[in-house]
Structure formats: C-alpha cells, structure tokens
C-alpha cells in the first residue's frame, strides 16, 4: 500500500462499498488519509436534520483542512424530518440562511447542486441564492425541485432583477481570478444572532451576480412560483453565453414567449411537461426547428390524467414531421388534439429513430393508427399508453402486446420494444404470452426478455446519464 500512487489510492476509495469502509481505510496512513478524504466529501448528501447539524457543527474544521474544497456534488434534494425523530418546524429551524451560505462559499469547487422542497424556506433569503451564483466557476448542475413559496420567488427575481448591481471593483475582479484557481474566492467568518450574520454576509457578498461559465443543465421542476418575467427572463438573459444542453421547466408558469430568449442551438434535453402556457401557433414550433441536436423532448401535458393541450391538430403534425436528427425521446401525452391523422404525418426518420415514445392520456387514437405507427419504429424500447382509450380494454391490450412478434417481415412491432407503461389496473392479468406485469410506484408496466421496467423512463428530466442517488430525486423521476 505504501508505494501505490495517489491515484490508484483514490481509486480504491472510489470502490468501497460504503463510507464506513472508506474511513477505516483512511486510517492507514498519511497517504490513504489524503486520498479518502477526497473521495468521502466528492459527494455530500444530506437527508437527515441529524446530519445536516453534524455538518454544520464542523463546517469550520472542515474549512481550516480545506476538505470543503473536495466537495463536487452537493445534494440536499431529499433533505426531510420523516423518520428522524424531529418535528417538522425543528428541522426547518435550524437550515439558518447565513449558515448555508456560508456552506455554499466553502464549498467553492462545486460541480453539482441539488435543492428540495424541504429546503425552500432558507432559499427565501437573497443572501443564499447569491452565495450560489458569486464564486462558483465550476458549477455545471443546478436543481432545483417544489419549490412553491412567492417568497422564493421574490428572492430569485431580486437577485436577478439587475436593480442595484454596482460596477466591479478591482478586489472583487481578483477575487474572482483566483477562484478559477481552486482559491475560495470568499472567506467569512460570521458570529452572533441571525440578524447580524445575514446583515454581515451581505455586505461582503458583491450585489451583482456572477453565472457561473459552465453551468448547462438546469432543473426548476414544479417551481411553481417562479415568475417568467421577473425571473426567467433576467435568468436566462444572464444565461446567454452558457452553452444551455438540458433544461427542465416542467409543471411551472412559462409561456410561449420565454422560447424569444432561449438559445435552441446548444440544447440536447428539454422537458416541458405540464406547460400548459405554451400554445401552438407561435414562437415555440420555430423554436423546435432550430433544436437540431436535440435528444429528449417531453411534451406531456396531462394533469392526473386528463388532457390539457393548446397544441393543434396541425401543429402536431408539424411538430412529428419536422426533421429532428438526434431525436431519440419524445413525450407527446395528454393532447387533446392527437389523433391518427397526426400519427400518419410522423416523419420516417423521427420514427426510425425513437427509442421512448408516449401517448399517455390521449384520447383520439385507435389501435389500427398505432400499430401503423409502432410499425414503422424499429428502434423503439419503450412505450407509455397509460390512461389511453383504448388501452382500459384488455382485448385491445392484448392486441397490440401479441402484435409484437420478432419476424421483421411481418407487419409487427420490432423485439427491440421491451416496456410498455400501461393504467394501474387491477383487471389486468399478471401474464400475457411472453409480457409480466409489474408495479412500481404509481406506475404500471408490461415488460418482456427479463427486462425491469422500473428505470426505464424517467418523468423527471435527468440532468446525468444516470439513476440518481437522491431517494427524492429518484421518487419524483420514476415512481410518480
């Protein structure tokens, strides 16, 4: 062990099975300590009141050994008093506002961040969203999730309303030099009542915001507070030399005129989903033209099953026929207006292409349209007709699951279809032909070839090609 490199020390830490096995090995020498200690805080994920008091507690001795600057990835998306023993306004108490921010400016070497409802009452505080958005050079991840409370959006909009920004001094400009040199690009040290600790903070905190360059995927799923004039607009105004590649807006407020101050060049994901203030016939379709790298679209406009389109038959028809290249993901549920006449009007290389596809929640098609349809997408993996017409009678589910027979000669659905999302139902049978019906969560599927349905599609966009760790964060993309 004494003469493995640094290196391969780390990567051994990387492959412990638990924290618990990385801290014994970090206690073997010098070495191994260094190396474990990188990795023990790469990712800090707080979901207890118990562990975020820890944290707190020795957030000063962390910052003196400089550990806080190993810290990539901070999650406090499933942040919550259940289980824990604390009462709910406890656990709220002590999440102080000065104290996170000053957690955020330690942890100055941040790549990910990840925020849940829980945590909304201390991101009312200006103070905190600037501590975020002043010395974080690295950040490329921000998600935020439930965030409801007007209050949060007033702070949102204040931080980045422009009124007040000051120019520049030259301190401040070499402040922020050398956090591009992994330097804390703020260090204060704050005692006393809340009062005093915020009012410190702010005063040596700049008033203009700083976005951090490589920030590129961003997460407001179901903000519903959020306002588009004053915040998404200023937001993405300021957001305008990033390289914007994912995007998630699901369940908020926005209209079609936000797409006039979106770059559509950049972006490989997009998740509109519950956006029922984007209409057709506007500024949105010419917007999508433009997406020519885009990868996942989700357009599902349902609400807890019922359809809530503006979108009409002939720009749903547009939207399936325009020439999209990458697209491999496309959620068109809960349109009102979707019927086999726009199915027909699907371009031949968008369907060749696709992989995920949903129709959840439509209402005008039938089973001969889709088997069409499914026809002509050899590629497709997965298929969501939960809450379909159609899909509620199990003659026509048996249809379209027997039709999905191997031979690529017959007029049938490819094999590489392995999931088929269907309505909870307690009529359905366990078992059709070579098909196992499984459950997870609020959600259904038919599935084949041993395949586990449970992560195969997730409703919240993922911002990582990956299943994430949160508990919250995996709750609100799969089992809702």
Not at 336 to 353: H, I, P, S, T, Y
Request: aromatic share 10%.
């Amino acid at each position: 062990m004494r003469h493995l490199s640094f290196e391969l020390l780390e990567l051994i830490a990387e492959n412990c099975q638990s924290s618990k096995d990385i801290s014994q090995l970090s206690r073997v020498n010098r070495q191994n300590h260094a190396a474990s200690i990188r990795v023990l805080f790469n990712t800090v994920a707080i979901k207890t009141p118990q562990q975020y008091a820890t944290l707190m507690g020795h957030r000063d001795l962390f910052r003196k050994r400089g550990w806080l600057k190993y810290v990539r990835r901070l999650d406090l998306s499933s942040y919550s008093a259940r289980g824990s023993g604390w009462t709910e306004a406890k656990a709220k108490a002590i999440v102080e506002p000065h104290s996170l921010a000053q957690l955020l400016i330690d942890c100055a070497n941040l790549t990910q961040l990840y925020v849940g409802e829980e945590m909304m009452q201390a991101f009312v505080e200006p103070i905190v969203i600037r501590a975020i958005f002043n010395g974080h050079p690295k950040l490329e991840v921000l998600d935020f999730t439930g965030f409801c409370d007007r209050k949060f959006t007033d702070a949102m909009a204040h931080v980045f309303s422009g009124e007040g920004n000051k120019q520049k001094s030259v301190e401040l400009q070499e402040q922020q030099d050398k956090a591009e040199e992994d330097i804390y690009p703020f260090v204060i040290n704050v005692d006393g009542d809340d009062d005093n600790n915020l009012s410190m903070l702010e005063s040596q905190l700049p008033v203009n915001t700083v976005m951090p360059p490589r920030l590129s995927r961003l997460s407001f799923y179901m903000c519903m507070a959020l306002s588009q004039t004053t915040f998404f607009i200023p937001f993405f105004g300021q957001l305008s030399k990033n390289k914007l590649t994912r995007l998630d807006l699901a369940n908020t407020k926005i209209t079609s005129e936000l797409f006039y101050h979106l770059d559509p060049t950049s972006l490989t994901h997009l998740n509109l989903q519950g956006c029922h203030g984007i209409t057709c016939c506007s500024v949105f379709l010419p917007f999508l033209e433009q997406a020519k790298d885009l990868i996942e679209l989700n357009l599902n406009m349902s609400f807890n099953g019922s359809s809530g389109s503006n979108f009409c038959v002939d720009c749903l028809s547009q939207l399936v026929s325009m020439d999209m290249p990458q697209l491999r993901t496309l959620n068109l549920g809960g349109h009102g207006n979707m019927d086999d006449e726009v199915l027909n009007n699907f371009g031949k290389a968008n369907a060749q292409r696709l992989e995920y596809f949903s129709l959840a929640s439509t209402k005008g098609i039938t089973v001969d349209g889709l088997l069409k349809l499914l026809g002509r997408m050899p590629q497709l993996k997965y298929l969501n007709l939960a809450r379909t017409w159609f899909i509620l009678d199990l003659k026509h589910l048996a249809c379209i699951l027997m039709n999905t027979h191997t031979n690529e000669n017959q007029s049938g659905i490819h094999e590489a279809l392995q999931v088929i999302e269907v309505s909870s139902d307690s009529r359905y049978p366990k078992q059709i032909q070579n098909w196992t019906l499984v459950h997870h969560g609020r959600r259904s599927y038919y599935s084949r070839n041993q395949a586990d349905p449970r992560f195969y599609y997730s409703n919240k966009l993922l911002l990582l090609d990956e299943i994430p760790a949160s508990p919250m964060a995996k709750y609100w993309s799969y089992s809702n």
